[in-house]
């Protein structure tokens, strides 16, 4: 931790000192007198000798906390014990994640990058019990995945609206950060609407930001507000480019509209079938220095080949939005739906530049 100040002790300092000798061997000769006239003044002013140590220095007691912080505080207790009931810790062979149970059937939300491409889990309940796991299904695009238990006694948590969601609500997130079970973080929502791409490199959905700490486990977990309702799923803290590692206070959380509608279409046929996310058709590769991004497979009767795009093409803009690399496409995308029109710019191989209208599809799931 950097240090703000740097403490000084004068009387080491031999010049200090011996001025601070002189001094005091000047004044013992005026002593009395000084004293004199400080009785006088004292009298005079109406004022009397100072007040002994004992009476600066008794601390006076704490004041209890008033009745609107003591109501917060019992918000806060009665939330956690009830959410930290709903939240589990799912260990895979690469690592350890968090998640939510959904229903009594035994099925939980998580994140796509905590199962990984495992197909079989250990489930961890709050009551200290275990239980075998298994995948029910994933959508990467989204980050959403379902695995499922078979356990008596669950308790599924409430899901909210996160449409609802206002900048400067209170939010917890509720998780297993470090394999720490059950450890909670508070913060408020920070912003809403967030386009994010993962390290891997896909565009999430609009996301919730949050001051909530989301550390490494909080992921698939539950990050609830103070009715105790699941408002999203945190998923990934911010990296911070200069200082590496992630960046305090801002993490982010896939809103718990998207995870209900794509966990029940996992839960009822394992694939998702309406993704809301619109879809191109194409393979793309970043090009040095963001100069857009070059086509090198066109998926055979998508969108992008319907309006004739090629491979060898380089997009380098859809609408007015410019698409430097592939993160980026896919983030413009990613803010997009399915039987939209947008205006692709392209530079053909030949370096004509040419704007197709390409109605968008429906990501597959």
């Known amino acids: 931790m950097r240090r703000f100040g740097q403490e000084f002790d004068g009387w080491k300092d031999n010049r200090l000192l011996d001025r601070t000798l002189r001094l005091a061997s000047f004044g013992r000769t005026r002593y009395w007198l000084a004293g004199f006239i400080a009785v006088i003044a004292l009298a005079a002013c109406g004022g009397g000798p100072p007040p002994p140590p004992s009476a600066l220095t ?35 062979a690469s690592g350890l994640g968090s998640g939510v149970i959904v229903d009594t059937e035994g099925d939980i939300v998580t994140n796509a990058h905590v199962v990984g491409q495992s197909s079989v889990f250990r489930v961890y309940l709050a009551t200290g019990k275990s239980y075998d796991g298994k995948l029910i299904g994933a959508f990467v ?36 950060p470090l394999g720490l079970q059950s450890s909670v973080t508070e913060g408020i929502v920070s912003a809403l609407g967030r386009q994010v791409t993962e390290p891997n490199g896909t565009a999430l959905p609009p996301l919730i930001q949050t001051s909530a700490d989301i550390n490494p486990g909080n992921s ?19 990296q911070d480019p200069q200082a590496g590692g992630t960046a305090p206070g801002i993490g982010f959380a896939i809103p718990s509209n998207v995870a209900k509608d794509i966990a029940a279409q996992l839960i009822k046929s394992g694939r998702v079938t309406n993704s809301h996310r619109a879809y191109l058709g194409v393979q793309g590769a970043s090009l040095p220095n963001g100069s857009g991004v070059s086509i090198y497979a066109v998926v055979s009767g998508g969108p992008a080949d319907k309006a004739g795009l090629k491979t060898g093409d380089v997009i380098t803009a859809i609408g007015e939005r410019p698409t430097p690399d592939q993160p980026s496409m896919a983030s413009v995308l990613s ?31």
């Open 141 to 176: 695009p989204d980050d959403l995945a379902v695995i499922r238990i078979t356990a008596p006694d669950l308790r599924p948590a409430v899901f909210g609206d996160s449409d609802h969601l206002r900048v400067g609500s209170i939010v917890m997130a509720v998780g297993s």
């Open 220 to 238: 698939g977990g539950a990050l609830v507000d103070l009715n105790g309702e699941v408002i999203g799923i945190p998923t990934l803290a911010a």
């Open 335 to 365: 803010g997009l739906q399915p039987g939209q029109s947008a205006q692709v710019q392209i530079t053909r191989p030949d370096g004509s530049v040419a704007s197709l209208s390409v109605t968008l599809g429906e990501l597959p799931g």
């Open 58 to 92: 008794t601390p006076t007691a704490s004041q209890p906390a008033g009745p609107d912080a003591a109501a917060l505080e019992d918000q806060f207790i009665s939330v956690i014990s009830r959410v930290s009931q709903s939240v589990v810790v799912i260990e895979t």
